[in-house]
């Protein structure tokens, strides 16, 4: 009897207590979500926090025979139908060198996009490009603040295609004063950003963005000791490059893609890191990074960095990294292959010495485990994803 009479009551004053836990609980669901994605928020709001990540996710430098101001890869959008097919989207981004790596990442949307290369001058390159996307309204003023051309003066230029602000670019002269005052304003935005910097940093800033300034768009890839090679494609020409469908889907070819990098610019969600991919550290944190963040990486652009490791033997320590990496069936590896310097890659495009590829990581942690990945041809064909 008195236990009924108990049991009763606890039900009556559940009944009465349900509207006020209700708000309660999800107070809590709402702190659980805002506590697990902090330190994407913190990153967004506070400079010094993209300063204090990015020093966490690197390590030593090293060296690499080339400036790499610029990509050399003619076929750096044919991956681009086969990623939307298979649905590469959102989570981490993880890609290597200069400014190929927005395209991808305006295509994708991902959370957070992490640069990483063993130059540090590919993170003080990925610093200038930060102050040209903080700086600049639209993708006309980013090129004209990039090249040193004035703004101009005309509107509308938000819904006109690449190749009309490259015939601007062409058609409007340099301008050295103004340059001059473009970079002393762009230096000063540079070194808000946290990342501490050396005299000697930032003339290297000064001579990458002089280097755009020099050539205009006529600017090359260049090795310090291989000879200039006339196949190398002038950034106008990568500028206008297309997918396999034939079209233009360079991240300047879309106002609404320019946005999208620049807003994960000034969020600080883009963060360039100093790291060997087959380093002890560097590639490890970022799966950690990733891991604390709750997401997988969706995309790792590698370039034809895998190359370079085979030939010094470090191809497992950059496997061992690689599965330091949360990832899904969809996670997926974008390279580059040379076609000069070796046999032509069955799927390689007439026109086109570089030919992209795209394999699921997991295929290529498969491939590792059951064998020598160390084969490089093995490893660029065996599971690379049939782009047409």
């Known amino acids: 009897m008195v236990l009924s009479v108990i049991f009763k009551r606890s039900r009556i004053n559940a009944a009465r207590l349900r509207p006020a836990i209700l708000p309660f609980i999800a107070s809590l669901l709402l702190l659980s979500f805002t506590l697990s994605h902090a330190a994407v928020v913190r990153a967004a709001k506070d400079h010094k926090s993209f300063a204090a990540l990015s020093a966490r996710l690197s390590e030593p430098g090293g060296f690499f025979d080339s400036d790499n101001l610029i990509s050399n890869e003619t076929s750096y959008q044919h991956v681009l139908g086969k990623m939307r097919e298979i649905g590469v989207s959102g989570g981490v981004y993880i890609g290597v060198g200069p400014d190929q790596n927005f395209t991808y990442i305006a295509k994708i949307r991902p959370r957070v996009a992490v640069i990483i290369d063993i130059r540090r001058d590919n993170l003080l390159q990925h610093l200038l490009f930060k102050a040209l996307f903080t700086r600049a309204r639209n993708r006309i003023e980013f090129l004209s603040l990039f090249f040193g051309r004035p703004f101009p003066r005309t509107k509308g230029w938000e819904q006109r295609g690449i190749k009309e602000l490259i015939d601007y670019i062409d058609n409007t002269a340099p301008d050295p004063r103004l340059f001059e005052k473009t970079k002393s304003d762009l230096l000063r935005l540079i070194q808000s950003f946290g990342i501490g910097l050396t005299q000697s940093d930032l003339d ?67 963060v360039p890191v100093v790291g060997d991919l087959s380093g002890p550290q560097a590639l490890k944190a970022i799966g950690g990074y990733a891991g604390e963040i709750k997401e997988r990486v969706s995309a790792f652009y590698v370039s034809n960095i895998e190359f370079y490791l085979s030939r010094q033997g470090t191809m497992e320590k950059f496997v061992e990294n690689v599965k330091s990496l949360p990832i899904d069936g969809a996670s997926v590896m974008i390279r580059s292959y040379f076609n000069y310097y070796a046999p032509p890659h069955p799927q390689v495009v007439d026109g086109h010495f570089s030919t992209q590829l795209l394999e699921r990581i997991e295929d290529l942690l498969r491939f590792c485990a059951g064998g020598d990945c160390s084969n490089y041809n093995d490893l660029v064909t065996k599971y690379s994803i049939a782009l047409q």
């Open 204 to 270: 290297t800033i000064v001579k990458i963005h002089k280097a755009f300034f020099s050539s205009g768009l006529d600017i090359r890839y260049s090795s310090h000791y291989r000879p200039p090679r006339s196949i190398y494609p002038t950034f106008r020409e990568l500028l206008l490059e297309q997918d396999l469908t034939s079209n233009v889907q360079n991240y300047l070819n879309s106002e609404d893609d320019f946005r999208f990098l620049k807003k994960m610019e000034e969020q600080d969600l883009i």
